[in-house]
């Protein structure tokens, strides 16, 4: 197993703050539109995606996106949620794990990505189905509710893939991922 490093906690820490401060008007909106327009509801699921998603291809380092969900969830107490923030973003951490779990950490391409981002909201929609009364609804509605969940699955995945390339392509993750060097220091200034 990898060291729990300093920079990698850091790494988390900074990704799920950004995460966190995403998720807040999210979940304020959440909660106003979840039981009163469950459709606009399953077109911004895939908003709690991105955080795990950024934090997995940045790092590809185990628990990344558990941790990162972790502060997430913190920072979003104040919001309706309260504190069950926290075991719905470590629900979508932990998710997001299983995908890379099942390849022992080792296969990183997009497309895992997206399977374990669909696999998700599949899971997510069928636990979902009696909250939101998806039986009550017409088998139109019934069939559009989930084709936005994967819609939003699939889209935020996609953003957060984009995020992370260009968070990756700053060099700030070199050295806390597999197979990147850390910056070396600039040479100290010579004296004549």
Do not use: H, Q
Not at 7 to 29: E, S, Y
Not at 117 to 139: G, K, P, Q, R, T
């Amino acid at each position: 197993m990898k060291r729990l490093t300093t920079r990698f906690l850091m790494a988390c820490a900074a990704i799920g703050a950004a995460t966190g401060v995403l998720l807040l008007p999210a979940n304020f909106a959440s909660f106003a539109i979840s039981a009163a327009v469950p459709l606009a509801y399953a077109a911004m699921v895939g908003v709690w995606l991105i955080g795990p998603v950024v934090a997995l291809a940045v790092l590809r380092r185990p628990g990344a996106a558990l941790l990162t969900m972790l502060i997430a969830g913190i920072i979003n107490i104040p919001t309706p949620a309260g504190p069950s923030a926290i075991v719905t973003n470590l629900m979508v951490g932990v998710a997001m794990e299983l995908g890379f779990l099942v390849t022992r950490y080792r296969i990183w391409r997009p497309w895992l990505f997206y399977v374990t981002a669909l696999v998700f909201e599949v899971v997510y929609a069928a636990s979902a189905y009696a909250y939101f009364n998806i039986d009550d609804m017409a088998a139109a509605g019934k069939t559009f509710f989930f084709a936005l969940m994967a819609v939003s699955a699939v889209g935020f995945t996609w953003l957060g893939l984009l995020i992370a390339g260009r968070v990756t392509a700053t060099g700030v993750a070199r050295g806390i991922a597999p197979g990147t060097r850390p910056v070396a220091p600039p040479p100290a200034p010579v004296e004549s």
